[in-house]
């Protein structure tokens, strides 16, 4: 298995709702991110775990709860989010801590739509 | 600090012609240089990097791209092109070994025409 599977594709929400972004791998990649992509920007970096801790967070707003509960698996709680966190979110996968040798793996993203 | 510069935000061009998407970068680090390609609606898939030795890379789909340490450069090439490359092209370096040095180029949208 060489993939990152990222549930749901796409995600219709209220302001005043709470759901979750799914992501998983199983390459025993021991660091998972999660990234943020507005339209026809690149990818913006917003949460890094290592080894199942959390070891950066982009001075990202509240309302995006990240969670590592074991190693293949990387969840994003949303909750009261605004329209301008409409987005495509991106999880990614890497082989070790900090380790670039092999690149990232990406999943296929969530669209997030926020009304 | 370090950057990425995209030179070109958008490249057509007709198929079967050759394509060059250029990616200058500057780092105070030894640094890893990738090439991601996004088709619409779509994550990122990696085509090709450099990490050390021979400075021309080949990666998938024909692409091909060379390291060029004194221009700081790491240009995209393919020899002939097809409809199905159109796609958004990211050129993106790590420095060294730190979280804190993975940055993004802004994007090129190489655009394939019949």
């Known amino acids: 298995d060489t993939e990152v599977t990222q549930t749901p594709k796409h995600l219709v929400m209220g302001m005043t709702n709470k759901k979750s972004l799914k992501c998983e791998q199983h390459?025993?990649?021991?660091?998972m991110y999660w990234y943020k992509q507005k339209a026809k920007k690149p990818p913006e970096l917003m949460f890094v775990y290592s080894y199942e801790k959390l070891s950066i967070n982009e001075s990202v707003p509240s309302r995006f709860s990240p969670e590592c509960p074991n190693s293949s698996l990387l969840n994003l709680h949303l909750h009261a989010l605004q329209p301008e966190d409409s987005a495509l979110y991106l999880c990614?996968?890497?082989?070790?801590?900090?380790?670039?040798?092999?690149?990232?793996?990406f999943g296929s993203g969530t669209r997030l739509t926020v009304v | 600090a370090q950057s990425v510069t995209q030179l070109d935000s958008q490249v057509p061009v007709f198929e079967e012609a050759p394509v060059e998407l250029r990616c200058n970068y500057s780092s105070s680090v030894s640094v890893y240089l990738f090439w991601y390609v996004q088709y619409p609606n779509q994550g990122l898939q990696l085509l090709l990097k450099?990490?050390?030795?021979?400075?021309l890379v080949k990666g998938i789909n024909g692409f091909e791209a060379e390291f060029n340490k004194s221009q700081t450069s790491f240009h995209l090439r393919k020899p002939s092109v097809h409809i199905s490359d159109t796609a958004e092209y990211f050129c993106f370096l790590a420095g060294g070994t730190s979280y804190g040095k993975l940055t993004f180029g802004q994007g090129t949208i190489l655009t394939v025409h019949p």
């Open positions: 990614a996968s890497s082989q070790e801590d900090g380790s670039m040798v092999y690149g990232y793996t």
């Open positions: 390459m025993g990649h021991r660091a």
């Open positions: 450099y990490l050390s030795g021979s400075t």
